[in-house]
Nanobody, 126 residues
Framework: QVQLVESGGGLVQTGASLRLSCAAS????????MGWFRQVPGKEREFVAA????????RYADSVKGRFTVSKDTAKKMVYLQMNSLKPEDTAVYYC???????????????????WGQGTQVTVSS
């Protein structure tokens, strides 16, 4: 049973930084892709960043490129999302997701991820 637990959200001001963490458990993740998505009430969930557990390749949404960094700690089974220069439009619930044997070209498709965390709220005030 795969479990993903996010933490690290909060209320910050514009320009601040936050680091989200995702604790993964329940199996080995060597063949998984880990993704971060976010959702604002009334809108569809959108892709933020992804990282391949094996090899560490990463991808980012254009809206966060250069500001956010996704990383992992294989030994601790942790995935992180370092968010810098936060903007009010980054306000959302952020979700960690895991997809097994996901075709890398589909990294931004939420339907390709089987497992999801409960989400953590990030609020950026102007």
């Amino acid at each position: 049973q795969v479990q993903l637990v996010e933490s690290g959200g909060g209320l910050v001001q514009t320009g601040a930084s936050l680091r989200l963490s995702c604790a993964a458990s329940g199996r080995t993740f060597s063949d998984y892709t880990m993704g971060w998505f976010r959702q604002v009430p009334g809108k569809e969930r959108e892709f933020v960043a992804a990282i391949r557990w094996s090899g560490g390749s990463t991808r980012y949404a254009d809206s966060v490129k250069g500001r956010f960094t996704v990383s992992k700690d294989t030994a601790k089974k942790m995935v992180y999302l370092q968010m810098n220069s936060l903007k009010p439009e980054d306000t959302a619930v952020y979700y960690c997701a895991a997809g097994a044997r996901l075709i890398w070209s589909t990294y931004d498709h939420e339907t390709r991820y089987e497992h999801w965390g409960q989400g953590t709220q990030v609020t950026v005030s102007s």
